[in-house]
């Protein structure tokens, strides 16, 4: 049975309910609920109470109607914002004394527990251009290249541009295609064409792999990506042309080659030994015991001072240069280790530091489950969100990976020793209310919303596509890739495309996924999802909705799901399907009062008749209207 009802009462964090986005402590916040009439026509609510949590204990207030039609009534309360972080919920008590929690993750006939309460954060002061943002993940050794001068280093084995990527094994890591940060500058035009609005760069300082998160240095950019006046070129090129960048720092470890660690094995009395964690006998702590990637010690302050607190640390240096933001690799185990646990700390000093030197700077967060403890609005404004978007998505739109080479049976599910499942959409919108709504409305909306990355297998091979790490040229996963890139546009949060998804590339696991941009192949590119990514971005970036706007779910059955966003200036209906499916039954008064037309945005024809919402019934396949109500 689904957890969504069209005729549910609906509150969420976005202007059109909670019109206060930065509150102050002890502000009084408006909030609005939405409460649409019962299927017969009458008032579903006699009253509706707002319960906080204020100094620990629970208060009351009673909400007031605002406003009634013939759809639904309006109910307005103050928040009292007492406490640094507030969570919140409604009572919303029935006409025949029954009564639903109203919370962030969902209705509910039953008391549950406050994890998924609404919470409202005065710490959270999410930059306000991040929303309205289109990112573009690029690997750098893989995107394009220039020449630099730089000599081959003698860790690195070179290949030409269209060998195939070695994905496992020790020379994983050494495999160098030679991509620069000039390759990048020279390209910005296709982000340009694409729409994209901010690139985020994976790691450019020094280090002994291509992928750089074995860093030698924070203080130089690699000399084989072009060195620092290349990063500086391409930061003044894309702001240029309105796109944003935002670097990847590792804050959990660096490389055995490090100075800083070199100098702390052969030196205990140095204050680089305290960096990080090293036994008597020369054992030493590492992220996940990889020996060459030696866990930094956060209860040092020459550490923190060093790295990431104040005017002279790394985080500061760089964002002087120009960068807009961090994204802070393995972000979710930064400062713990056994019985200590400083990730809170690093995240707020982080934050500081980025305030002081670039006040709108963004910060994000890698975490590849559920963040939503690390996310109360003073430390990361948001995530990598693999739990609350990537992973239901693919458990919805899986296509069946092809079997190949070293994967007989599917693909593996992100670190889990089972193959990506295959749910209903149903379990989809579940875990999305979930996750979602244990975390600020703020942070979610804060936080990045990818198909895929250079981590995790192409989504188009987990669409059908293949697993050959080239372009699926036959489009057999095409139509559940561009549902997944439909909805990836159309949801809050801020959308980030890793380079390549755009022209239909595969790959079967993080490393595989990491192709050479084919350039010089362009007649074998995926034109139909080339243009159906330019189209999609052009519709976020063209309607306030789709960028600010809240989320209302109308419906979620096994192969379609349906949901509003709602903003002040305007409201888009999305519906989106993985198959052919029965028509969902969407009373009219769903979408509000008065008579509604659908002004399709992409897609089919959809209508209001008799008092119901009429979709299509197509899949895979995806669809967007807006309201224009008369």
């Given at each position: 049975?689904?957890?969504?009802?069209?005729?549910?009462?609906?509150h969420?964090?976005?202007?059109?309910?909670?019109?206060?986005?930065?509150?102050?402590?002890?502000?009084?916040?408006?909030l609005?609920?939405?409460?649409?009439?019962?299927?017969?026509?009458?008032?579903?609510?006699?009253?509706?109470?707002?319960?906080?949590?204020?100094?620990?204990?629970?208060?009351?207030?009673?909400?007031?109607?605002?406003?009634?039609?013939?759809?639904?009534?309006?109910?307005?309360v103050?928040?009292?914002?007492?406490?640094?972080?507030?969570?919140?919920?409604?009572?919303?008590?029935?006409?025949?004394?029954?009564?639903?929690?109203?919370?962030g993750?969902?209705?509910?006939?039953?008391?549950?527990?406050?994890?998924?309460?609404?919470?409202?954060?005065?710490?959270?002061?999410?930059?306000?251009?991040?929303?309205?943002q289109?990112?573009?993940?690029?690997?750098?050794?893989?995107?394009?290249?220039?020449?630099?001068g730089?000599?081959?280093p003698?860790?690195?084995?070179?290949?030409?541009?269209?060998?195939?990527?070695?994905?496992?094994?020790?020379?994983?890591?050494?495999?160098?295609?030679?991509?620069?940060?000039?390759?990048?500058?020279?390209?910005?035009?296709?982000?340009?064409?694409?729409?994209?609005?901010?690139l985020?760069?994976?790691?450019?300082?020094?280090?002994?792999?291509?992928?750089?998160?074995?860093?030698?240095?924070?203080?130089?950019?690699?000399?084989?990506?072009?060195?620092?006046?290349?990063?500086?070129?391409?930061?003044?090129?894309?702001?240029?042309?309105?796109?944003?960048?935002?670097?990847?720092?590792?804050?959990?470890?660096?490389?055995?080659?490090?100075?800083?660690?070199?100098?702390?094995?052969?030196?205990?009395?140095?204050?680089?030994?305290?960096?990080?964690?090293?036994?008597?006998?020369?054992?030493?702590?590492?992220?996940?015991?990889?020996?060459?990637?030696?866990?930094?010690?956060?209860?040092?302050p020459?550490l923190?001072?060093?790295?990431?607190d104040?005017?002279?640390?790394?985080?500061?240096?760089?964002?002087?240069?120009?960068?807009?933001?961090?994204?802070?690799?393995?972000?979710?185990?930064?400062?713990r280790?056994?019985?200590?646990?400083?990730?809170?700390?690093?995240?707020?000093?982080?934050?500081?530091?980025?305030?002081?030197?670039?006040?709108?700077?963004?910060?994000?967060?890698?975490?590849?489950?559920?963040?939503?403890?690390d996310?109360?609005?003073?430390?990361?404004?948001?995530?990598?969100?693999?739990?609350?978007?990537?992973?239901?998505?693919?458990s919805?739109?899986?296509?069946?990976?092809?079997?190949?080479?070293?994967?007989?049976?599917?693909?593996?599910?992100?670190?889990?020793?089972?193959?990506?499942?295959?749910?209903?959409?149903?379990?989809?919108?579940?875990?999305?209310?979930?996750?979602?709504?244990?975390?600020?409305?703020?942070?979610?909306?804060?936080?990045?919303?990818?198909?895929?990355?250079?981590?995790?297998?192409?989504?188009?091979?987990?669409?059908?596509?293949?697993?050959?790490?080239?372009?699926?040229?036959?489009?057999?996963?095409r139509?559940?890739?561009?549902?997944?890139?439909?909805?990836?546009?159309t949801?809050?949060?801020?959308?980030?495309?890793?380079?390549?998804?755009?022209?239909?590339?595969?790959?079967?696991?993080?490393?595989?996924?990491?192709?050479?941009?084919?350039?010089?192949r362009?007649?074998?590119?995926?034109?139909?999802?080339?243009?159906?990514?330019?189209?999609?971005?052009?519709?976020?970036?063209?309607?306030?909705?789709?960028?600010?706007?809240?989320?209302?779910?109308?419906h979620?059955?096994?192969?379609?799901?349906?949901?509003?966003?709602?903003?002040?200036?305007?409201?888009?209906?999305?519906?989106?399907?993985r198959?052919?499916?029965?028509?969902?039954?969407?009373?009219?008064?769903?979408?509000?009062?008065?008579?509604?037309?659908?002004?399709?945005?992409?897609?089919?024809?959809?209508?209001?008749?008799?008092?119901?919402?009429?979709?299509?019934?197509?899949?895979?396949?995806?669809?967007?209207?807006?309201?224009?109500?008369?």
């Amino acid at each position: 049975m689904s957890d969504v009802d069209p005729l549910d009462p609906h509150h969420d964090g976005s202007p059109l309910y909670c019109p206060a986005q930065a509150p102050a402590l002890g502000d009084l916040v408006p909030l609005r609920v939405r409460v649409p009439h019962g299927a017969d026509g009458t008032p579903a609510a006699r009253h509706v109470v707002l319960r906080s949590v204020r100094d620990g204990e629970p208060a009351i207030r009673e909400a007031e109607v605002e406003s009634t039609d013939e759809a639904g009534s309006w109910w307005r309360v103050d928040l009292e914002v007492a406490n640094p972080l507030t969570s919140y919920r409604f009572l919303i008590d029935g006409p025949h004394g029954d009564y639903r929690w109203l919370t962030g993750s969902g209705v509910h006939r039953r008391d549950v527990t406050d994890a998924g309460d609404f919470k409202v954060s005065t710490e959270h002061r999410l930059p306000d251009w991040t929303t309205d943002q289109v990112g573009y993940q690029v690997f750098p050794d893989r995107f394009a290249r220039s020449e630099t001068g730089a000599p081959v280093p003698d860790w690195a084995q070179p290949a030409d541009w269209d060998d195939p990527v070695v994905h496992r094994g020790p020379d994983v890591p050494i495999q160098w295609y030679g991509g620069t940060l000039d390759g990048i500058s020279e390209h910005l035009d296709h982000l340009d064409g694409l729409g994209a609005t901010l690139l985020y760069l994976t790691p450019v300082f020094e280090a002994r792999s291509t992928h750089r998160y074995d860093a030698v240095s924070f203080d130089h950019v690699d000399p084989l990506l072009g060195g620092d006046a290349a990063l500086s070129r391409l930061i003044d090129a894309a702001h240029a042309r309105g796109i944003r960048v935002i670097g990847d720092l590792t804050t959990n470890h660096t490389g055995e080659h490090h100075p800083w660690f070199e100098k702390a094995l052969v030196d205990p009395a140095s204050e680089e030994r305290g960096f990080y964690r090293i036994d008597d006998d020369g054992r030493y702590a590492s992220w996940l015991d990889i020996a060459s990637l030696p866990k930094l010690d956060h209860s040092s302050p020459e550490l923190a001072r060093r790295l990431y607190d104040g005017a002279d640390s790394v985080v500061a240096r760089w964002l002087r240069e120009g960068l807009d933001g961090w994204r802070i690799d393995v972000a979710n185990m930064t400062g713990r280790l056994g019985p200590d646990d400083l990730a809170h700390r690093v995240a707020r000093t982080v934050r500081r530091t980025i305030t002081a030197i670039r006040p709108d700077g963004w910060l994000l967060a890698e975490h590849g489950h559920d963040a939503s403890l690390d996310l109360g609005g003073d430390g990361w404004h948001g995530t990598m969100d693999y739990a609350g978007f990537t992973r239901p998505l693919w458990s919805w739109l899986n296509g069946g990976a092809q079997d190949g080479p070293g994967i007989p049976h599917g693909l593996p599910w992100l670190g889990l020793p089972v193959d990506v499942p295959v749910r209903p959409g149903e379990v989809t919108v579940r875990t999305m209310r979930e996750v979602h709504g244990a975390m600020p409305w703020r942070s979610m909306v804060g936080s990045t919303m990818h198909l895929d990355s250079h981590d995790v297998p192409r989504f188009r091979t987990v669409t059908g596509g293949g697993v050959d790490g080239w372009i699926d040229t036959a489009g057999v996963g095409r139509e559940r890739h561009l549902v997944g890139l439909a909805m990836q546009m159309t949801m809050p949060g801020v959308p980030v495309v890793f380079a390549g998804d755009e022209l239909g590339l595969t790959g079967l696991d993080g490393e595989h996924a990491r192709t050479p941009f084919p350039w010089h192949r362009r007649d074998e590119w995926d034109q139909p999802t080339h243009a159906a990514y330019r189209d999609w971005i052009r519709r976020r970036r063209d309607h306030i909705a789709l960028r600010r706007g809240g989320l209302r779910w109308l419906h979620a059955g096994a192969d379609s799901l349906t949901y509003l966003r709602e903003h002040p200036d305007e409201t888009v209906l999305v519906h989106v399907a993985r198959a052919g499916h029965a028509p969902p039954r969407i009373p009219a008064p769903a979408l509000g009062p008065g008579d509604v037309a659908l002004a399709p945005l992409t897609g089919a024809v959809a209508r209001v008749t008799d008092g119901q919402v009429v979709l299509p019934t197509d899949g895979p396949a995806a669809h967007a209207w807006v309201l224009d109500r008369t």
